[in-house]
């Protein structure tokens, strides 16, 4: 799963331009996880500032549980600089 994953993103990274940004749509769950990770990593390997990844999670009205995830899943890497929240309030969320 990985390997694939990662072998996507390459190609993926081979044709977007080394000083855009990147964006991940992040819960903090595994699926989310693993793409950014990866990514992450390809980065690195490639020479790339990471600093132009970011993840993105929304947030709604302070009290969103995969914000909650999402913060401690970057914490304990020490990544939180990639977390970007996405505040909203509840009445901008039709479900």
Same mark, same amino acid.
């Given at each position: %799963? @990985? $390997?694939? *994953? ?6 993926? /990274?081979? !044709?977007?331009?080394?000083? &855009?940004? @990147?964006?991940? *749509?992040?819960?903090?769950? @595994?699926?989310?996880? #693993? !793409?950014? *990770?990866?990514? %992450? ?5 490639? =020479?790339?500032?990471? +600093? ?5 999670? /929304?947030? !709604?009205? =302070?009290? $969103?549980?995969?914000?909650? +995830?999402? +913060? +401690? ?7 939180? %600089?990639?977390? &970007?929240? @996405?505040?909203?309030? #509840?009445?901008? !969320?039709?479900?």
């Amino acid at each position: %799963y @990985i $390997g694939t *994953l990662a072998n996507e993103l390459n190609k993926w /990274l081979d !044709v977007v331009p080394s000083r &855009e940004p @990147i964006g991940v *749509l992040f819960s903090g769950g @595994i699926d989310s996880g #693993a !793409v950014l *990770l990866t990514l %992450y990593h390809l980065m690195l390997k490639r =020479g790339e500032a990471p +600093q132009r990844l970011k993840a993105f999670t /929304l947030d !709604v009205a =302070g009290a $969103g549980e995969d914000a909650r +995830q999402a +913060q +401690q899943f970057l914490d304990e890497l020490d990544l939180g %600089y990639l977390l &970007e929240r @996405i505040e909203v309030p #509840a009445s901008a !969320v039709n479900v």
